[in-house]
């Protein structure tokens, strides 16, 4: 992923087509993802940084400046569906991961229904299947 500064563009959504385009705080936006199948680690490539700067000169009109190039392993689970979990000792303490590539579409629903039992402690706001 990138960390990039675009002046005077100010995205309010989040723009999707073959990377995502993040807006984070005033000119500065999160660009991603790439996906490397076979990583053994998380480390950023120069592979990786090139492609989504192609993708990003076909996309933008306007120059962008580089502030950060990073990478990470994409927490994930077969079903495609996150983990939320109550911690057995304390409730107050909730595990919710595994969003995986879907995390930007269906991650503010799920984060939504946790909430949503955060407030009011009812068991069915985490019944996701």
């Known amino acids: 992923m990138l960390i990039i500064k675009i002046k005077d563009i100010a995205f309010k959504k989040?723009?999707?087509?073959?990377?995502?385009?993040?807006?984070?705080?005033?000119?500065?936006y999160w660009v991603g993802s790439g996906y490397e199948w076979d990583a053994n680690d998380d480390l950023p490539t120069e592979a990786g940084k090139e492609k989504l700067i192609s993708e990003l000169e076909k996309i933008l009109t306007v120059p962008f400046e580089i502030i950060d190039h990073k990478a990470a392993i994409r927490p994930t689970i077969y079903i495609r569906r996150p983990i939320v979990k109550v911690h057995?000792?304390?409730?107050?303490?909730?595990?919710?991961?595994?969003?995986?590539?879907?995390?930007?579409?269906i991650g503010p629903f799920y984060a939504k229904q946790l909430a949503k039992y955060l407030v009011?402690?009812?068991?069915?706001?985490?019944?996701?299947?």
């Open 120 to 129: 009011y402690k009812n068991p069915e706001d985490l019944n996701y299947n």
């Open 88 to 105: 057995s000792t304390n409730p107050e303490m909730v595990f919710f991961n595994g969003l995986g590539t879907k995390g930007a579409s």
């Open 14 to 28: 989040i723009y999707k087509a073959k990377i995502f385009i993040v807006p984070m705080y005033d000119d500065i």
